[in-house]
């Protein structure tokens, strides 16, 4: 069995690969190997330089003989990395057309091949276009990438879904057998038969759950971040940040970021879920839904 979690990010990710890495030896004792981005992002692997770079070279045969000596006897693998799809640099999400992840079907079916070839089943979250860009927008905000949103859309509509086509690129794919895909507004309901279907039958009871991972900023943070941002040119912004989050945390009381209108959240789930619509139609494809 091969399976394949690829994100999508600020999907709830994180969260999930952190409770499966919690209990990763005791799913290698019923026959599964579990990769996930603290091995993948780090030497010997870095599975993102890999893909970055054309195939057959050095770097790319230490990966996959790493990868083999990871997943050693299992019968059993899920690899887990948002980063297959694409980076979340503004640069690298979207095409000029506003295409997500223009590589993803390529680097998808590198990977398949770095793990030893097919059949695989693609396990993908979709997450409300808007929600999903002020999130995006948020990652990179804390990287000290960014620190407005008009520059970081480029232009975008951020109520246009974009999930369907995605989706259609990475089913086209011969390698892959089978996509399992949800909404990751589904994600806190669905996560027991959600870990039903990457582990082997009896496992999923294993996994514990963890606090939520990655607080993003506030809406009352953002405010306090960005007068400063705008008043202080030399500030390390990914300092400024963590501050922001730090003293205005969602546990204190403060709103989540919204840094959209209300007429533009309208559109979006509007058109998310007409997305949803056609995505549950294409071959391949089974919605995991409440």
């Known amino acids: 069995m091969l399976n394949i979690h690829l994100g999508a990010h600020k999907t709830a990710s994180t969260h999930l690969q952190y409770s499966l890495r919690l209990v990763r030896d005791e799913l290698r004792g019923h026959g599964l190997a579990f990769i996930d981005p603290s091995l993948l992002r780090s030497e010997p692997v870095r599975l993102s330089n890999v893909l970055s770079h054309e195939p057959g070279s050095t770097t790319e045969a230490a990966c996959m003989q790493e990868l083999d000596r990871m997943r050693g006897d299992c019968p059993d693998l899920l690899l887990s990395e948002e ?26 079916a590198r990977v398949i091949d770095l793990l030893g070839g097919g059949p695989a089943t693609v396990f993908l979250a979709l997450r409300d276009p808007a929600e999903f860009h002020t999130s995006a927008f948020a990652l990179q905000l804390n990287m000290g990438n960014e620190i407005e949103m008009r520059p970081y859309l480029a232009g975008r509509d951020p109520a246009r879904s974009f999930w369907a086509e995605l989706v259609a690129r990475l089913a086209a794919l011969d390698q892959v057998q089978h996509l399992l895909i949800w909404r990751y507004e589904d994600y806190a309901v669905l996560r027991p038969r959600l870990l039903a279907r990457l582990l082997p039958e009896g496992t999923a009871e294993l996994v514990p759950e963890p606090p939520p991972s990655n607080e993003s900023l ?71 839904l409440p």
Do not use: C
């Open 83 to 108: 980063n297959i799809l694409g980076g979340t640099h503004r640069q690298n999400m979207f095409s000029r057309k506003g295409q997500i992840y223009p590589d993803a079907a390529p680097r998808l």
């Open 218 to 288: 506030t809406q009352q943070g953002y405010d306090w971040f960005l007068r400063r941002a705008m008043s202080d040119s030399e500030i390390d912004l990914r300092v400024l940040v963590r501050r922001a989050r730090n003293r205005f945390p969602r546990s204190a009381g403060h709103t989540r970021l919204r840094l959209l209108d209300e007429a533009v959240h309208a559109r979006s789930a509007s058109a998310y879920a007409a997305d949803i619509e056609a995505i549950r139609l294409l071959p391949k494809v089974q919605f995991l």
